[in-house]
């Protein structure tokens, strides 16, 4: 499936790999969880307890590309990169609608 693909599902799971600084500075997402990318190596089972498609993201979608890469190595199953934040929360804020 493409990211499209799993919004438009709307059965996902957000990751936030910011800091919970950048989270106060800027916004976030509703329903997202603030893991940031220095502790998803030390919370990785609990990522990958996950069981549905995980989108990360961060703010331009650097941090959420080396923390997708990491959790594929893992094991990881269903795991996307988001991409910024902005971007992303437009996103599923435009698909909430296709219901």
Do not use: H
Not at 6 to 19: F, H, P, Q, T
Not at 47 to 68: D, T, W, Y
Request: aromatic letters at 6%; charged letters at 25%; one cysteine or more.
């Amino acid at each position: 499936m493409s990211l499209s693909e799993v919004l438009k599902s709307g059965n996902y799971a957000l990751i936030d790999v910011r800091e919970p600084m950048e989270l106060e500075m800027d916004g976030s997402i509703d329903g997202a969880k603030n893991i940031p990318l220095g502790e998803v190596e030390d919370r990785q089972e609990e990522i990958l307890s996950i069981e549905k498609p995980v989108i990360i993201f961060c703010r331009s979608g650097n941090r959420s590309g080396k923390a997708l890469e990491y959790l594929n190595s893992q094991g990881l199953k269903e795991g996307y990169n988001g991409g910024g934040w902005a971007e992303l929360k437009q996103a599923i804020e435009a698909n909430q609608g296709t219901f």
